[in-house]
């Protein structure tokens, strides 16, 4: 999700300000700082909701003021819900992205005034991506958060965090938040090939993690509409038709290209 923000003065090794990346983007394929060959999920949205073709980054040191009107991307490539996870990145934590979030808040009613400004935040559609970082790198592979709780314990952590983050966010003004789960993980090359064996199988006991914080993130999130007015948290489901086309590229011989 991240368009740029990792690339601007982060001293981070999630970058993507080289090629290949952006080789397929309009304009001559410079790299963005996109994880991606082009596009990534968030310009996809907002293009087909007809705002824009491209979601820019908020740190972007070329962001213009009209951009604000029509959304910017606060994502960075590494974070995650657990802090632990964002500092091992050097990635931006989710914290930090919401204080970025209220300092566009101030710069949006510099543009279009406190009533325009409260109306564009109120009828925003919001996009939350973060997890798969938390249960991959923090738990698994690093084995930090490993020795301090077992994996049901790991998962009601990362939902009191994001539940914390998800209630700032809707005293910021926020009303419209979609909240993807998170994807198939233990299907990705990288994991296949480090803990998959001979056949690079996908890693069960990663899935398994995966699906058990999937399975309670909806009831957070009805819990969270149930209790703040005018709140609408929707679950987004990635995992499945993830695990789908990953499954009929196996089938099929095809290439399954590796998310960083």
Known sequence: MDTGNN??????????????????????????GRFSNGKVPSDFVAEELGIKELLPAYLDPNLQASELVTGVCFASGGAGYDPLTSKLADAIHFDSQIEMFKEYIGKLRGVVGEERAKF??????????????????????????ELEYDVPAYTDLLLRLASSSFKEIYELGARRIGVFNVPPIGCVPFQRTVAG??????????????????????????????????????????YNPLLDLIGIKLKTGGAVAQAK
């Open 7 to 32: 690339n601007n003065n982060l001293k981070t090794e999630a970058r993507c300000n080289y090629p290949p990346y952006g080789k397929d983007l309009e304009g001559g394929g410079i790299p963005t």
């Open 197 to 238: 064996g001979i056949t690079r199988n996908c890693v069960d006991k990663i899935n398994d993690a995966v699906k058990l914080f999937n399975t309670k993130l909806p009831n957070e999130l009805d819990f969270l509409n149930r209790n703040l007015p005018h709140a609408r948290f929707v679950s987004i489901d990635v």
């Open 120 to 145: 564009i935040i109120e009828k925003s559609l919001y996009l939350v991506v973060m997890g798969s970082n938390d249960i991959s790198n923090t738990y698994f592979l690093s084995h930090i958060r």
